[in-house]
């Protein structure tokens, strides 16, 4: 971004035909830009998340539910005590 911002360079990429209407929001444009300085610097990552703010597999699995309402019994089916031959799920 930085790069396209140095001496208009973002201007000088623009093609195809030009018609009234894209003159007009080109100088919108060109004019909220004109004034724009930014700041180089390294992209971050803030997981919200956990509380160290860390990406990992159990903390996006688990951010997955949030806002989900859990299964009502569902503790009792896992808990369930079943011979091994029906303890199984199929998913096809």
């Known amino acids: 971004m930085v790069e396209a911002l140095l001496e208009n ?3 000088r990429h623009l093609v195809g035909p030009v018609s009234m209407p894209m003159l ?3 100088n919108d444009l060109y004019d909220m830009l004109e004034d724009v300085q930014l700041e ?3 992209d971050t990552f803030d997981w919200r998340f956990t509380a160290d703010h860390q990406c990992s597999v159990a903390s996006a699995y688990g951010a997955m539910f949030l806002g989900s309402l859990p299964v009502l019994g569902a503790k009792q089916i896992w808990k369930t005590a079943a011979p ?3 303890c199984f799920f ?3």
């Open 40 to 42: 180089p610097r390294a």
């Open 90 to 92: 199929s998913f096809g």
């Open 84 to 86: 091994p031959q029906v």
């Open 24 to 26: 007009f929001e080109f």
């Open 9 to 11: 360079n973002w201007a």
